[in-house]
């Protein structure tokens, strides 16, 4: 088994993990990410098609209230543009009903990244040291010890694989995730484990789907490309474009539970012919399709999380951000004390968790 000895153990690549690292590079303080995936990001996920890249996490940011998400844009250099939104909405009855209705702007004013929320990711990963990032290694026990943390690496129920030691760890995973896949050597108080299990972790339940188009047919017809569906499977889309260039697109998410998204290709025949019925037939014939289920992502959801039409108030579990003493620091989007659930309180919480570390 591999043991190594460094100041600060990172659990968790996506947002969280990963801005923690960089602010930890700028203090010049070692580090390592452990990262259960084969790849960072965590729920930011984005594929690539010609130069363009659709997001099948995370999609939007707010300029107006998201001053933490502002700055490391402008940091890095990357660039956005505004949600399209321009022109009428569709809305679909439970009985199949498409209906016109009026648009209309979401407040504040959504962006998007011109190359993806990927920029956010591959733009810190050239940013910190290389070699510090360990992928495939999902973290299956943290101990305390007198004045250091062991953090053992491999599957619940084998023998580690490795096994590193620190003064100070950030747990950046969502704490439902945490509870239900570590072993905590002491065990956590009651409380605390229970209010980690409760608290739904963002994503987790959701399905998404993204369509490409070398036209925007419904820009055509003065439709916004925004949808909201009584019926499903979709029940909420929108104008996933390359601001006004091709490729055009579409792109949103499921309404139907996770347990009854078993079949991935009757599910696509369904939002494709959902589409055909809001849009018209070309909106059936994509040039590209991208489905990305969450709840079948291990190191996303568990057995309890299910979509939610209404976004959770998160906030830290059992009021705590950190435990054994300050040792272990909480990071993550659910963690954070404003903006839960959004890519904003994911930058947020992990400054936190560094300045306290």
């Not at 369904?270 to 070309?282: D, E, F, N, R, V």
């Amino acid at each position: 088994m591999v043991r190594q000895t460094i100041d600060t153990i990172i659990i968790g690549g996506g947002l969280s993990g990963l801005y923690a690292a960089w602010l930890l590079t700028q203090k010049n303080m070692p580090f390592v990410i452990l990262e259960a995936r084969g790849r960072m990001g965590g729920r930011i996920l984005t594929a690539e098609h010609h130069g363009f890249f659709p997001d099948l996490g995370p999609s939007w940011y707010w300029p107006e209230i998201n001053p933490k998400m502002m700055q490391l844009i402008q940091t890095l250099g990357l660039k956005g543009y505004r949600q399209f939104e321009q022109g009428k909405g569709r809305f679909e009855t439970s009985n199949g009903l498409v209906q016109t209705v009026r648009g209309y702007s979401t407040e504040p004013v959504s962006w998007r990244l011109t190359r993806g929320m990927t920029g956010l990711i591959t733009t810190l990963m050239e940013k910190i040291p290389h070699g510090s990032i360990r992928l495939d290694s999902p973290v299956c026990e943290i101990e305390k010890k007198k004045n250091h943390v062991l953090v053992n690496v491999g599957e619940p129920e084998e023998m580690p694989k490795a096994q590193f030691r620190a003064p100070r760890v950030i747990l950046a995973l969502p704490p439902r995730l945490a509870a239900a896949t570590i072993l905590f050597t002491p065990d956590l108080s009651h409380n605390l484990t229970q209010a980690m299990l409760r608290m739904g972790t963002w994503m987790a339940g959701q399905a998404k789907f993204y369509a490409l188009y070398p036209e925007a047919c419904w820009r055509q017809t003065g439709l916004s490309g925004q949808a909201f569906s009584q019926r499903g499977p979709l029940g909420e889309i929108h104008d996933g474009s390359n601001r006004d260039q091709v490729p055009f697109g579409l792109t949103g998410f499921l309404n139907i539970p996770a347990a009854q998204r078993n079949d991935e290709k009757a599910i696509t025949r369904a939002i494709l012919t959902q589409l055909a019925a809001i849009y018209g037939p070309s909106a059936a014939q994509p040039t590209q399709f991208y489905y990305q289920d969450w709840a079948k992502e291990k190191y996303t959801a568990t057995q309890f999380d299910q979509p939610s039409n209404e976004h959770p108030l998160y906030q830290p579990p059992a009021g705590q951000t950190a435990i054994w003493d300050g040792m272990v620091q909480m990071a993550g989007s659910e963690t954070a004390d404003q903006h839960g659930g959004y890519l904003e309180g994911a930058l947020a919480s992990a400054a936190r968790a560094v300045a306290n570390a």
